[in-house]
């Protein structure tokens, strides 16, 4: 049933149920669940990272019901803490436990399993023309390894002792010891046990999209024509392979110290009333263990939100993504510098202060390619035609909050002035708004926009509208007046300022960060309501609803093996052919052959 | 149990209208011969002018917080520390920079989705590229940042590794859960060395001195006895691994201080005398003013970290490893009480690294005097040996708990 496409509307009018001849019965189980198809992968990692941001995000509120009103009691903490909120107050362990519970899930689960492990599935086969990921069987692995790595982490939230609770980078002594603080138990041992899980999914996943994209793509998909969200996804999958294992070598070790009276990190420490038996070992070292895969995980989870905003940005404007090359080129450079950057986390750690400054040196130059991918977004929207859906206006918010975090990131990078704002809120704020609200943003961005080729339907627009406006809103009311706590001197991780008279004065600030934390989670119910409304009623989805170039909106609605009936369709043209001049529509498919007069061009060059 | 019910109910009643509301609204849309999801002009419209907004919100939080916070003076005040000036004034060129980036770039990006938005019959211009422009860009941030940078590194380096000039004032800190020990160094200018395996009720930092290697012997001695003893009696299978793991722990921590006995024959051991131990139940720790003050940290258990935002001065304190930090105060507790016109303002240390369940209540205050003022307040602590007579130990414990009974 090949259907050949030379114009946009033969794609707008390419019926989708053409495809239903080929249908088959497939058993439930391995449809829905030991599924190999990368949709349906693809939908997995979806709906278990939107069930872990809701669990993430309940609990950044009941710590910032005890950070608003230090000591008050609360039914909400009553009611879900139990034994560590005795009358809705709570316990200060219990406030560690979430803060790193909170941290752990928003960075791994939501993050980076909800964004790569959906739209790097959804979209690297559609996006190149491909039936599927080069091991389909594989990709399943990375699902369930992903799966039970969240069932572990779900088991440790129940544990009689909490939760690890030494904060996500885990740094020993604190995680290592059980005396020292209660969730370095069992909580922390099944805390790592969930994160090798974890890591072993990751790179399951992240060999598939390498692989997959360098050598899978379709007759004509040369890799300057691949679209920016394949290059976003395929350089993030790089990142993890190389920096994971890292970290779980350090879990590793971890685990020896913990459990084996090793000593890689630990070494004279006195604890209880007794002197322990490890001697000569660094806490040191594993914060550069840590950090070499923790910052090019703010770039795992980064790079693909920004890709999806090229994509988004570019086919909502109307107009080709403004320079390529140069998007691509300071993608590479963010990657590559994000290796040799990682000790701007470890300024006054005591390490080598020559060190210090070298660091400072890389850190400084990522802000170069960062500013050109600013300023490439914007001159995109420049003279645009802009159809402001709600996928669209997550895409501006993504660019919006990348600029307003990155910018403090200059700050963070210039060692001298890191000593004053290292570990306070002013570090709090600017991580949220660059990489955590601004990659969520790219997740919600994607359920939007790629709404029609996960379900088939699309999503109501007004729910979308008052989503994102509240959203965005609270985003910036959340973590705006974080930096000036910071300044004053507040640090991070306190379960309460009340034992600082100098802070009193910024009471109201913590009152405003909750009030607005409340109603901007009270807002993603809004976006859970459309998801699963429109999942089931929503409007029924045609083939190309936004009017897109690139190669998924040439596959039918309906989910099939294979993704297109008959055969594959062959790539002509890069994927930003918008708004040509001369052309009656405003766009022309990755698949419709070269015009005539573009024919002679291309030979002229050659 | 009504208010639940009634919650559930409207609840329930509410989702179901606005389903309705959807349903209703898209049939409408495809009697009318619209795509229910389609853009309309007007909801664009409506956008484009919400993004236009977005331009002033974004002004308005800058300028809101710069004028409550930045120049209402809730932020920390002036730097007291001679490299702390000069960070104070890196940071305020950053912010500048970092402040036009944000009032100039963030309004481009809001009101061109205003100012673009779809137009009926509307064409987007196509625009693939421009090497000028993209030049621009990248070489006036590079220009920028490197500028940046360099100055970065000068004031960084300043602060490391500029010699100080006079004689330095050496201060150890030292970081428990969850409170602070000081320690100066008495008249021989040296901090006798410490050891963790030397840690007693009356020794909290561990000060290898002749005397207390062998009071140290005897009490590990005694401890040991009585796990022997407790292991004859037959306790329960918990009891029992406990205990087993306390006779490990005390016969490793007998070889080091065997170790340290075998030493004291070569060494005398003798700089820890005259050192002097503010206990964290005294609160507050002293320093004098324009005289270059030499921190070493160590920890006793787990990473703090030695925070005295004032001084602009921050450092790990991380167990098996000396840390150090060297900075001149400029200013005393006095003078800064008068300039910030507050009765009440101390400097502070505080724990600025995640150390446990306490963690946000490890502090003690930071009193910057006069060298004369200072040198006297010293005369009258008293030393590491003078201390020592039973009558004045306060055991570590008592000191950690009544800290955190302090706030809890
Ligand atoms: C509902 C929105 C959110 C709120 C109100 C919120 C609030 C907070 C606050 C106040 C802290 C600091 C607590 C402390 O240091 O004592 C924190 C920590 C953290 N948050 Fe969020 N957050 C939100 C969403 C996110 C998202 C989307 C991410 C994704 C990256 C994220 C990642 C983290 C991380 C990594 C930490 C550090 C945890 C640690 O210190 O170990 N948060 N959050
Ligand atoms: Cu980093
Ligand atoms: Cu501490």
Redesign the interface.
């Known amino acids: 049933m090949a259907t050949t496409i030379t114009t946009p509307t033969d794609v707008l009018e390419h019926s989708a149920h053409a495809a239903s001849a080929h249908h088959h019965r497939e058993p439930f189980i391995t449809k829905y669940i030991f599924s190999q198809d990368h949709k349906m992968i693809a939908k997995q990692f979806l709906v278990t990272s939107i069930f872990w941001a809701f669990v993430a995000l309940i609990m950044s509120i009941i710590f910032r019901l005890q950070l608003a009103w230090p000591g008050q009691g609360f039914v909400i903490t009553e009611m879900l803490m139990g034994k560590w909120g005795p009358d809705g107050v709570l316990d200060?362990?219990a406030y560690?436990s979430l803060v790193t519970m909170h941290g752990t899930i928003m960075v791994f689960f939501v993050l980076t399993a909800g964004l790569t492990g959906t739209y790097a599935n959804l979209l690297i086969p559609l996006q190149l023309g491909v039936r599927d990921m080069v091991n389909p069987f594989m990709n399943m692995l990375s699902y369930w390894f992903f799966f039970a790595s969240s069932v572990v982490m779900f088991i440790s939230l129940f544990v009689e002792s909490g939760p690890a609770a030494?904060?996500w980078t885990i740094?020993p002594?604190?995680s290592a010891?059980p005396e020292?603080?209660p969730g370095s138990g069992l909580g922390m041992t099944l805390w790592l046990v969930s994160m090798a899980l974890f890591i072993i999914s990751s790179l399951l996943g992240g060999l598939n999209y390498v692989a997959t994209v360098i050598n899978c793509r379709t007759k004509g998909m040369k890799m300057t024509r691949m679209p920016l969200t394949i290059w976003c996804f395929m350089t993030a999958a790089i990142l993890g392979i190389l920096s994971f294992p890292v970290l779980f070598a350090a879990a590793l070790l971890l685990i020896f110290d913990r459990s084996f009276g090793t000593a890689f990190f630990?070494?004279?420490?006195?604890?209880n009333?007794?002197?322990?038996?490890h001697?000569?070992?660094?806490?040191?070292l594993f914060q550069h263990l840590f950090w070499f895969l923790g910052h090019p995980e703010v770039y795992i989870v980064l790079l693909p939100a920004l890709g999806i905003a090229s994509e988004i940005i570019s086919t909502m404007?109307?107009?080709?993504?403004?320079?390529?090359?140069?998007m691509v080129a300071s993608m590479f450079a963010i990657a590559g510098l994000s290796f040799i950057v990682w000790g701007h986390h470890m300024f006054?750690?005591?390490m080598d202060?020559f060190l210090?400054?070298v660091f400072?040196?890389t850190t400084?130059?990522i802000?170069?390619p960062s500013?050109?991918k600013?300023?490439?977004?914007?001159?995109t929207?420049?003279?645009?035609?802009?159809?402001?859906?709600p996928g669209m206006?997550f895409a501006?918010g993504i660019?919006?909050l990348f600029?307003?975090g990155g910018?403090?990131g200059?700050?963070l990078g210039?060692?001298?002035?890191d000593?004053?704002v290292?570990?306070?809120y002013f570090v709090t704020a600017h991580f949220h708004l660059v990489m955590g609200i601004a990659t969520l943003f790219g997740i919600i961005a994607g359920v939007y926009h790629w709404f029609p080729k996960l379900y088939g339907r699309?999503?109501?627009?007004?729910?979308g509208?008052v989503h994102f406006?509240i959203t965005?809103?609270c985003a910036?009311a959340v973590f705006?007046?974080m930096?000036?706590l910071g300044?004053?001197?507040v640090?991070r991780?306190?379960?309460?300022?009340?034992?600082?008279?100098?802070f009193d004065?910024?009471q109201d600030l913590n009152v405003i960060i909750t009030v607005a934390a409340i109603i901007g989670g009270l807002a993603q119910l809004i976006f859970l309501?459309n998801f699963i409304?429109s999942i089931f009623?929503g409007?029924k989805?045609?083939q190309n609803?936004w009017r897109g170039t690139t190669l998924e909106w040439t596959a039918p609605v309906e989910h099939i093996h294979g993704n297109w009936p008959g055969e594959i369709p062959e790539v002509h043209r890069w994927p930003?052919d918008?708004?040509?001049?001369g052309e009656k529509e405003?766009f022309i498919p990755q698949n419709v052959p070269l015009r005539e007069h573009e024919l002679k061009e291309a030979a002229k060059h050659h | 149990m009504i208010n639940n019910i009634l919650f559930i109910l409207i609840t329930v009643l509410s989702?179901l209208t606005?389903?309705r509301i959807?349903?209703v609204?898209?049939l409408i849309d495809?009697i009318r011969g619209r795509?229910?999801?389609?853009?309309t002009l007007k909801?664009?419209g409506?956008?484009?002018f919400?993004?236009l907004m977005?331009v002033f919100?974004?002004w308005f939080?800058y300028f809101y917080?710069y004028i409550k916070?930045?120049r209402g003076g809730?932020?920390?005040p002036e730097a007291a520390s001679l490299h702390g000036k000069?960070?104070d004034v890196?940071?305020d060129v950053?912010?500048t920079?970092?402040s036009v980036?944000?009032l100039l770039?963030?309004p481009?990006?809001?009101y061109?989705?205003f100012r673009?938005?779809?137009?009926p019959e509307?064409?987007?211009?196509?625009?693939?590229?421009?090497t000028r422009?993209?030049m621009v860009?990248?070489i006036v941030?590079?220009i920028i940042?490197?500028t940046?940078?360099f100055y970065?590194?000068k004031?960084?380096?300043k602060?490391?590794?500029s010699e100080t000039e006079g004689d330095k004032l050496t201060v150890e800190l030292y970081a428990q859960?969850f409170s602070w020990t000081a320690r100066y160094a008495g008249s021989d200018k040296k901090l006798g060395e410490a050891?963790?395996?030397m840690?007693s009720d009356n020794n909290q930092l561990?000060i290898i001195t002749p005397e207390t290697i062998d009071e140290q012997i005897a009490k590990i001695g005694e401890k040991y006895k009585a796990v022997l003893h407790a292991l004859d009696n037959f306790p329960d299978p918990a009891k029992f691994k406990e205990l087993k793991r306390?006779r490990?722990?005390l016969t490793?921590?007998m070889k080091?201080l065997s170790d340290l006995k075998k030493q004291s024959a070569q060494k005398p051991f003798a700089d820890g005398q005259d050192d002097i131990v503010i206990l964290p139940a005294v609160g507050e720790f002293h320093i004098p003013v324009g005289r270059p003050v030499e921190l070493k940290m160590r920890s006793?258990?787990?990473?703090h970290?030695a925070?005295l935002?004032?001084f602009?001065?921050?450092?790990?304190c991380?167990?098996?490893?000396i840390?150090t930090f060297t900075f001149t105060p400029t200013i005393t507790t006095q003078e800064m009480r008068e300039k910030l016109a507050k009765e009440?303002?101390d400097f502070?240390l505080?724990?600025?690294?995640?150390?446990?369940?306490?963690?946000?209540?490890m502090?003690m205050k930071v009193i910057v005097e006069t060298e004369e003022q200072f040198n006297l307040w010293l005369s009258q602590q008293k030393t590491f040996s003078a201390s020592r007579a039973p009558a004045n130990s306060v055991p570590a414990?008592t000191a950690k708990t009544s800290a955190q009974m302090?706030?809890l």
């Open positions: 200060p362990n560690l030494a904060g740094y002594p604190l010891l020292a603080i630990l070494s004279d420490i006195y604890i009333g007794m002197a322990l038996e001697t000569g070992g660094s806490p040191v404007s109307r107009k080709p993504i403004f320079g390529y090359r140069a006054v750690t005591g202060p210090g400054s400072t040196f400084l130059l802000a170069i500013a050109i600013a300023f490439n977004y914007i001159t929207l420049w003279k645009g035609n802009i159809v402001l859906s206006l501006i660019v919006s600029i307003s910018l403090t200059i700050i210039d060692s001298a002035l000593i004053t290292h570990h306070t699309m999503m109501n627009n007004q729910l509208y406006w965005m809103v910036y705006w007046p930096h000036y300044l004053a001197g640090p991780r306190y379960y309460s300022n009340t034992a600082f008279p100098m004065n910024l309501y409304y009623w409007p989805a045609p609803p930003y918008y708004s040509i001049e405003d | 989702l606005i389903s959807i349903a609204s898209n495809t795509k229910p999801w389609e853009v909801e664009n409506i956008n484009a919400l993004c977005m919100f974004g939080l917080f916070y930045v809730l932020l920390l000069d960070i890196l940071s950053s912010f920079i970092i980036a944000y770039v963030q481009f990006l809001w061109f989705a673009y938005r779809m137009r509307g064409r987007a211009y196509h625009f693939a590229h421009n422009l993209e860009w990248t941030p590079a940042f490197c940046l940078i970065g590194l004031i960084w380096i602060v490391f590794f859960q050891n963790y395996c840690i561990g306390e490990e722990l490793h921590q080091v006793q258990d787990v990473i970290s925070y935002p004032h602009r001065v921050h450092m790990y991380s167990p098996g490893s840390t009440d303002f502070l505080y724990c600025n690294n995640i150390c446990g369940s306490a963690h946000f209540n502090q414990d302090a706030t």
